[in-house]
């Protein structure tokens, strides 16, 4: 019989507090790097929270499922590894308190922790439920207003620019997001990085959700890795860098431009192909006798004669090659001056064929103009210990308006290289999903509005008075529909307004008394944030809260005055140029918020990034909480097998089995 395990709640709160042991000495500001070492004697130092969870080796399936649903929305958001684990844990402490305090006496249940575990899935999906219906519209009341949205022309500006710009906002979001994953030594010369590499792919008349989109598809061919220099080494190069060497000492030649085609297969016709099978001799069968075998070779070598000599035609003297080719193609290539470089990876000859706008040969007999790309040059580089092929695209900037480059990513060593280039990587994911918009339709706010202020209104003796609130009250939530790239500033802001939101509407607007347990575990994140000095949390959360006006009226704002950025100004830096960038709607009571707690800089988030943390932490505790049985065999399941293609595990009541 297969051994059992029967999972009670408390074992399952065991289990993620385990993870958030291990990811708490990393986060926030002040956390430090984790010293890994593996068994060959390899030495891994990093702060990324992918890397922690990745490098742990975890038996228990519960510990699995919360690490896999932290990869799955980090590749998605890359952001908020840490903060997934540490809310996560957050919530079933708090579901686990809600749940013991109720009481048991049912004959439903035949014990007490079948009691707890029916009430935690209970407020687990209550949370969820709430969450998928409301929790955008939340947000888009109680957060996006004291936000702003970064302009996403802010990418086409230079970098390195003064601080009083644009683009200060972008690169600050940027280094807050590069702080957390490499430290604050490099944050700023890999932000200016990441915006100089967006400022040369961004395409004028396009929004920039499409040159990220481009970026984050063809990172793998677009970076190259160099160990043994310091990061700041790392640099942007002209063209594109093709990771293979020539297959043979590549001629000096100064013909430009130079001409350049891409073949998908081999130059000389093969004398079998795959799964063929040569017969020699006289019996029955299918035989090829030694003549027609020669002549067959003539007719190859002949064949192969008329495709160089039709590329000579057209001027080519670059062959780019997905596979192997002969040793005769290299002998002819050669007395026609031609450079030939084998076995390009697919990736990097779809980037190629996209970036010179030309379609790969796939039919030697059939070369065309359509087929020949034109190139600035193309010759040999020498990255590290590693010569590649490097290429320049020609009158590309002027043919789709961008300056086509690629990154080389330095490092010390290969483990902390690679995990530069996946943070360049995941601040592009970051960056993709700040362009999604959060907020609510115009039908929605109007709605929550007059709910939120009913009774105000219903003490107006004045009917075309109160006509006239109606109409200005439901013009600010509107404008707090956030449009892309709406950010805030970090530090806890995001968690501060979204518990206050979430408490004072708990009864204000209907909002189900459940979300009183996110409200409370959302602090988790800011008291981590200021574990090393308490005081500052209980300043920073009543600073911030002192903006809100009318505390019993959460989302009242006084219209008619001027508006006061002092909020964003002071919770970001005291030299921050808000003035400068597109704020949403922020209308506040002027006062002096000259705390010292307020002149740091804790830089910048997404909102929409934390968006989306938050319903995949829900999403996360609710399919914990399905669980209650592990079975443990001696084989794999396959469990993809079990279940469509087109259905994830979160969505379902499948147990885990190990």
Known sequence: MLPVEHLHLKHILQTVCALEAVVLRSFGPGGGQVLFTRDTGQAMLTRSGTHILKALRLQHPLARMVVECVLKHSNVTGDGSKTFILLLASLLRMIHTEACKEPHVSHTYNSREAAEAATARRLAEGLLAFAVEELDDLIA?????????????????ETRPPAHTKNHCVQKLLASFFRTRLGHTH?????????????????????????????????????????????????????????RDFAMPCPQTHRQPVKAVVFTGCLQPKLLGAGDVLKVGCGGGQVMEGKSIVEFSAWSEKSLDCVIANLQCLSVSVLLCAVKQSATVLALAAQAEMCVVECISEDELSLFAQLSGTTPVTDCWTIEPANVATLTFCRPILLGVHRYVHVAFHDMEERVSVKPCCLV??????????????AFQDAIRMLLSTCKPVGMSATTASKRTSQSHKSTYLNTDDPSHKSADTVSNALPFQQSVSGPGCVIPAGGTFEFLLNHALLQNITNMGIPAVSKLLANALLIVPRQIYSHTPRHFLQ???????????????FSLPYKQEPNISFIQRCGTSEFPVADCKLSMHYC?????????????????????????????????????RVDTVFYTHTAINTQSLKPANISWEGTEDEAED
């Open 141 to 157: 009341i109680g957060v996006v207003p004291y936000g702003f949205c970064v302009s996403w022309e802010d990418f086409t500006a």
């Open 540 to 554: 920073i959360q009543t600073r911030i809260l002192s903006f809100i006006p009318n505390h019993s009226h959460a």
């Open 187 to 243: 944050c700023d010369f890999i932000s200016n990085l990441t915006c100089e590499l967006l400022s040369n792919w961004k395409l004028k008349n396009d929004p920039p959700s499409l040159a990220l989109q481009f970026l984050h598809d063809v990172f793998p061919a677009l970076h190259t890795p160099v160990s043994g220099f310091p990061i700041s080494c790392s640099r942007l190069i002209e063209g594109q860098v093709i990771h």
């Open 409 to 422: 990513m330095c490092g010390p060593g290969k483990e902390q290289t690679d995990q530069y280039a996946c």
């Open 589 to 625: 009571p002027k006062g002096d918020v000259s705390s010292k707690a307020f002149m740091l800089d804790p830089g910048l988030e997404s909102v929409s990034c934390k968006n989306q943390l938050l319903l995949a932490v829900l999403q996360c505790v609710t399919s914990l909480l």
